[in-house]
C-alpha cells in the first residue's frame, strides 16, 4: 500500500512507517466511547472555593512564586481568525449590496466601536480615497468589508486572531497577543520575569515576532519586569494521514500522501519542551480589557494556589510511600487520592499493603492540572466528567461531545444537563517530586482520537485528530475542577462578539 515515495515523504515529516499503519487502522477501527459515571458538579468532581479558602489559596500561589520557582504561560495561538469573519464573507460575496441580515446590520451600525475602526478607516482612505463613513453614506459597504477582509486591506480574513485588534485604549488598540502579556505580568510573573510561550503557525511567525518588537518594551516598562517571549509551531510529526471513505490512503493530484494538522492535541509535544514548574493554559481569544481582569487574575492565582497546594501534599505522600509507611498513612494517603484527587477505585481495601502501596504512588507520581470550569449558560465546549479509566478507576476529564455515546440516553442527558463546561483555564504542574520533566506524551490516551469528514478538491475524506490538548492527552493526569465564575471566560468567536460590553 505504501510505495517507496511514500515512505520518503513519511520520513521527512519524522512520522515512523509503523505510526502511518496504526493510523490507518484507527480509520478501519474507530475510536471507542468513554464509559461515564456522571457529569462532574459542585460537591461531586467540583471544587467551590469559600472566601475564606480563596484568600489562603491566593497567598500559598504568591508564596510559591516568590520561592523561585519558573513560571511561564501557554497560549495555543495557531488559529486563524477566518471563521470570525464568516458571516462577512458571505456579505462580500452576496448578490445584494446592502447590510441584509442581522449580523450585517449590527456590524455595520456599530462599526465605530470596533479597536480596529481606525485602521480599517486608513486603509479605506488609502485605497478607495475615501473613509469609511463616506462609503457607507453611498452604500458601498462591499469595499468596507474588502478592506477589512484582503490582502490590501487589514488582511484580517487571513491573519490569526492573536494579531487582530480587539480592544481599544484611547488613541491606542491591543491585540488578544498583548493582552495575553499584560495578564503574564499580572499573575504569571516571577523574580521578576514573565515568561510566555505562543504556539503559532509557520506563516505567521514573524508577524508575531515583529508585534512583540514593538510593544514588548512598553509593557516591560509599565510593569517593572522584563518578558521572556517565545515561540513554537506544531511539529510536522504530529501531522495525521488522511483516508479515503474505504479507509485507503488519501492522495494529492502529484500522487503524494495528503497529511493534516492532528489538532490542537498535537501540541502536548510542544507544551512538553516547556522548562517550567507551572504552566497555566489559556486560547488566546479568551481576553478582556484592563477594566475587567481583576476578575480573571483574582481566580488566576487561586487555581494556581490550588495546585501548588495539592501538589505539595502529593509530594510528601510520595517520599512516605518511598520509606517507611504504616497502615494508618497509607489510609491517609488512599483517601487524600479518592477525596482529593478524585480518583477512585473499589476494592483498594483488599489489596495486600505492598500492592496498594504501588497503586496509590501511580496515582500520585503524574502531572497535575486544575482546570477552572464555568457554569453551563448553553456555550459549545467540552464539559467535566467522571469517567472509567482502562485501569477500571473513576477520574476527573474534560470530554468533547464527539466522546460520548449519543445513542446512550443517560450518556446523552449527562451531557446536555451538565452543569458546567471547560472554558480552557488550566493550570499545570509538570515535573515531578524530585524536580524532573514528567514526559507527558507517556500521559496521553491514544483511544481518544477522532475522526471527521472533510473534503478536498470535491472530495471526501477522512481526517484523523489527536486526543485533544486538554481531553485525552492529559487523560492520565491528577485532575482538579474548580468553579470560576463566567465573567472569566469571554470568547471572540464572531467578529461581532467584540461588540460585547465585555470587549468595549
Known sequence: ML????????????????QIKEQLNEFETGFPFLKLEAAASVGN????????????????????????????????ASGAASR??????????????????????????????????QALDNVCKANEGKGINELITEGNYKAIARNMLEGGGLNYGQLPKGLLLFHKYGNEARTPMEE??????????????????????????ALFEQRVEQKVNAFSDIFGIKYNISFSEQKPSTDTVAANPDNTPFRNEDGSLLFRPGGHGALIENLNEIDA?????????????????????????????????????AFDYIRILDGVYTDEQLKEIAHFVSDDLYCKKEGLEDLA??????????????????????????????GPFLTYNQDGSISLQILE?????????????????????????????????????????????????????????????????LPGLWNGAMSDWCTIFVEVPLGTFNPVKTVNDLLREQHQ
Open 3 to 18: 510505495s517507496q515515495q511514500d515512505l520518503q515523504q513519511i520520513a521527512s515529516k519524522g512520522i515512523s512507517e509503523k
Open 45 to 76: 468532581g467540583i471544587m467551590k472555593p469559600n472566601a475564606e479558602e480563596r484568600s489562603h489559596y491566593i497567598q500559598a500561589w504568591n508564596d510559591y512564586k516568590a520561592s523561585g520557582k519558573k513560571v511561564v504561560k501557554f497560549i495555543p
Open 353 to 382: 499493603r505492598e500492592d496498594l502501596a504501588t497503586y496509590l504512588r501511580g496515582k500520585l507520581n503524574r502531572p497535575m492540572r486544575v482546570c477552572g470550569v464555568v457554569k453551563n449558560v448553553g456555550e459549545p465546549g467540552g
Open 84 to 117: 470570525m469573519f464568516k458571516d462577512m464573507f458571505a456579505f462580500v460575496n452576496a448578490e445584494y449590496d446592502v447590510p441584509t441580515t442581522e449580523f450585517e446590520k449590527k456590524y455595520f451600525n456599530n462599526i465605530e466601536k470596533f479597536a480596529f475602526f
Open 180 to 205: 495575553h502579556l499584560v495578564e503574564g505580568a499580572l499573575y504569571a510573573a516571577s523574580n521578576g520575569e514573565a515568561n510566555v510561550h505562543f504556539t503559532v503557525s509557520h506563516e505567521h511567525m
Open 277 to 313: 514548574d507551572v504552566v497555566f493554559i489559556k486560547n488566546i481569544d479568551n481576553v478582556v480589557p484592563d477594566r475587567l481582569k481583576d476578575e480573571t487574575v483574582t481566580y488566576k492565582q487561586l487555581i494556581a494556589g490550588i495546585l501548588v497546594s495539592v501538589q505539595k501534599k
Open 401 to 465: 461531545s464527539s466522546q460520548i455515546d449519543k445513542s446512550n440516553e443517560e450518556y446523552q442527558r449527562m451531557f446536555t444537563e451538565g452543569t458546567h463546561f471547560n472554558p480552557v483555564d488550566l493550570v499545570c504542574a509538570v515535573k515531578d517530586y524530585e524536580g524532573k520533566p514528567f514526559n507527558l506524551p507517556d500521559f496521553v490516551d491514544k483511544t481518544t482520537g477522532f475522526i471527521s469528514n472533510k473534503s478536498k478538491n470535491g472530495k471526501e475524506l477522512k481526517a484523523l485528530e
